[in-house]
């Protein structure tokens, strides 16, 4: 047996009967995998019970969860309304630009995914953006656009080091 | 330099965002003890640290960074980052309840908060009495709607059901607003020691949190908090030898703004999309799996311990006509210090926005201040003196909501703004009304046009028509309040829509299909604009004034980014 599912299933060992637990088990699936692919989704159902078309559909309701594969770097740029006012579209633009990718793309290495969120919550940093990895999120704050850059080439190098 | 005890480090997500952690590993690897600390409300200092030495004293330093403790260890004076008097008043102005702890006490030390005693003392009253409590303080739900908390608590403890809960809303989804995730990361004990007399009074025996599922240091903290509490018995079964038992659950939000609301919580806890059902029956009687539910909102739990500590009529004594006790508010955009305010309720918009605030930064003119999110509106200079509570803002147009408080200046365009949150709330619809759904995409498209220059007079009148049947045709609160943001803009800014629409003009230079670059008689002709341009939009001989070429410009700004000299002018 695939030892990814294998994963899965412990999970569902414990949540396939609770019920009221979908999203709870959608997120630790995405946990696992980064994302919710058609065969975890079909998979779930088996377990579950549910409608694959109903996890599907909840699974779309909330921003959180992926139908795609993201890169190594999900970076969530700040669109709150501080962030707004503080020029998050410029910084937004300069990122897409930088990168090449628009909104809830990844770039062609696999490197990055960019993602606008709604509001990261450290409004007093204006414009912020933050950057989950392997190792954990990182927030960067009074971004500029070139400190952006700097930011994601930084990244980049360390990563071209790495290898 | 004074012997060091120990070094309190504020550790929320600003001061760890601002690199508080590697001014903590500084610190620590020359021996000094380091605790951590929640949000100490100038986020706009961070990272802030509290030097304690040995005779006692202690020593608040700010921008504290890694450079900063490098510098200090290698003997640069202290008194370079001592806080100035006139930060210090950024506290000492306000009054704290809700945020007593935060930045205060270690939140990963349950001895560090207390005993639970007001816990331990409502466990020998009856619900009545703990009710008659709350309804003699007059607190009031802290969310954004300001429904009276006793009354709530009373309805979910008369229903009658085998099981009930009470869910903690902690799903923070107004953006610009950040006070419950400083009281979750800062002081989480002071909301589970109110959501455990919550159970008691109610009668329930399970309490869940639903927390965004962006907060994870929150999450975090929340965790470590109902372990140290089940620990010491001020949780779990037959809490103080009493027969009332009480757990806490953390539930993870997965990214929805309507789940702020009631009912739409209530089905993403029970793992459905979140969408909004008729109230009748509200969730004190048919709630989590149709069981009688109180749901409160964080600050408001936050108030609870307190009121009992110190008496229902002590928090009554605070605040102002309807609105009693404090509210927490949180500073952000165009002003000089950002960051966390709590103030007694009925305090004017002035007094937080240039009193604790400072004003707006970098010299610049105050336009607006946009309260209570996607749900509120924008409050403009003349409005600057109504006090904070309930009903004064309502009037305005605008609502206290959960607090947050974007100050916006000559550089925002109020249509932009406009366009801003309906964006969001367009995207937040669940999409059930059809008024919300469709309404508010065609209320966007009108914006849209308008901030491209393709606004039609007719315009107006359009939004004014569509704004009403939202409301009107809406179920829950966010299809209800999504035109606030743009009939506040057209009250008191009608005249930056009438600019847009007849002249094509945005007077704050911000909408792009409005405004042109062009070079000024600063430029030296260093050339700067010319390398950075990607269009070749820039030419001119090295030494000699640039010219813009209007035509093939894009609008990108890289040209006023590299210009060392304010020569790349929008005009």
């Given amino acids: 047996m695939n030892i990814e599912l294998e994963k899965l299933d412990k999970l569902l060992d414990k949540y396939a009967d609770a019920p009221g637990s979908l999203i709870t088990v959608l997120q630790n699936a995405q946990e696992i995998y980064g994302w919710l692919s058609e065969g975890t989704i079909e998979h779930i159902s088996g377990r579950t019970g549910i409608k694959a078309a109903k996890i599907y559909g909840v699974a779309t309701f909330y921003t959180q969860f992926r139908l795609k594969p993201i890169g190594k770097h999900l970076i969530m740029l700040c669109k709150g309304t501080a962030c707004h006012v503080n020029g998050a579209d410029d910084i937004a633009a300069a990122a897409s630009e930088h990168l090449s990718v628009a909104d809830n793309e990844t770039t062609a290495d696999g490197l990055f995914t960019l993602n606008y969120v709604a509001c990261l919550g450290c409004c007093s940093l204006a414009p912020v953006m933050m950057i989950r990895s392997d190792g954990g999120e990182e927030t960067y704050g009074s971004l500029t656009n070139a400190k952006v850059r700097q930011i994601l080439d930084d990244i980049r190098a360390k990563e071209a080091a790495a290898e | ?571």
């Fill in chain 2, 1 to 571: 330099m004074k012997y060091i005890v120990k070094a309190v480090i504020g550790q929320g997500s600003c001061g760890i965002a601002s690199g508080s952690k590697k001014t903590a590993a500084i610190l620590e690897a020359v021996g000094i003890p380091v605790e951590p600390t929640g949000c100490i409300g100038n986020c706009y200092l961070e990272p802030i640290v509290d030097f304690h030495f040995a005779d006692g004293s202690s020593t608040r330093l700010v921008k504290f960074d890694e450079e900063a403790a490098k510098k200090v260890l290698s003997g640069e004076p202290l008194a370079n980052y001592i806080i100035s008097e006139e930060d210090e008043r950024y506290l000492s102005g306000q009054k704290r309840i809700v945020l007593r702890n935060a930045g205060v006490i270690n939140p990963e030390d349950i001895s560090a908060y207390g005993d639970y005693s007001a816990l331990r003392n409502a466990v020998t009253h009856r619900s009545e009495e703990i009710i008659q409590t709350l309804k003699t303080s007059g607190l009031r739900g802290r969310g954004g709607a300001g429904f009276p908390t006793w009354f709530k608590w009373d309805a979910a403890a008369k229903a009658v059901g085998d099981t009930k809960y009470v869910v903690c809303n902690a799903d923070e989804g107004d953006p610009g607003a950040f006070m419950d995730r400083s009281v979750l990361e800062g002081d989480p004990h002071s909301v589970l020691e109110g959501m455990a007399i919550c159970g008691f009074t109610i009668g329930a025996s399970e309490g869940i949190i639903y927390v965004r599922a962006e907060y994870p240091l929150a999450i975090k903290r929340l965790e470590i908090a109902i372990g140290q509490a089940l620990e010491k018995g001020y949780l779990g079964e037959n809490i103080f030898n009493t027969a009332f038992s009480f757990k806490i659950r953390i539930k993870a939000g997965a990214g929805a703004f309507v789940c702020g609301e009631e009912t739409a919580l209530i089905a993403s806890l029970e793992g459905e999309r979140g969408m909004p059902r008729l109230k009748p029956p509200f969730p004190a009687q048919k709630g989590y799996w149709q069981q009688p539910t109180n749901i409160n909102n964080v600050e408001t739990f936050a108030n609870i311990p307190w009121i009992f500590n110190n008496g229902g009529d002590k928090f009554e004594a605070i605040g102002y006509e309807k609105s009693k006790g404090t509210k927490v508010f949180a500073l952000a955009g165009k002003i000089r210090r950002g960051g966390l305010a709590e103030v007694p309720m009925g305090v004017s918009l002035r007094d937080i926005i240039y009193g604790i605030g400072g004003g707006i930064k970098d010299g610049k003119q105050f336009k607006a201040v946009q309260l209570g999110g996607p749900s509120g509106g924008c409050v403009p200079e003349e409005l600057l003196d109504t006090p904070v509570d309930y009903e004064s803002i309502n009037q305005t147009g605008a609502i206290v909501g959960s607090g947050g408080m974007i100050v916006m200046d000559e550089t925002t365009c109020m249509v932009d703004m406009a366009r801003y949150f309906l964006d969001f709330t367009r995207n937040e619809s669940c999409g059930k009304c059809n008024y919300c759904r469709i309404g508010t995409k065609r209320m966007l498209e009108i914006l849209e046009r308008i901030t491209e220059g393709k606004g039609e007079p007719s315009d107006i009148e359009l939004l004014h028509e569509l704004a009403d049947k939202v409301k009107e045709g809406s179920l829950c609160g966010l299809g209800q309040t999504a035109p606030n943001p743009v009939l506040t803009t057209l009250r008191y800014f009608g005249n930056e829509y009438y600019d847009h629409i007849f002249e094509k003009k945005c007077t704050a230079h911000s909408c792009k299909a409005l405004i042109h670059y062009d070079i000024n008689e600063n430029c030296i002709g260093c050339g700067a604009c010319k390398r950075n341009c990607p269009v070749e939009a820039i030419s001119g001989e090295r030494k000699v004034r640039h010219v813009l070429d209007k035509e093939k410009c894009i609008k990108c700004g890289k040209c006023i980014e590299s210009c060392k000299f304010n020569a790349v002018v929008k005009i």
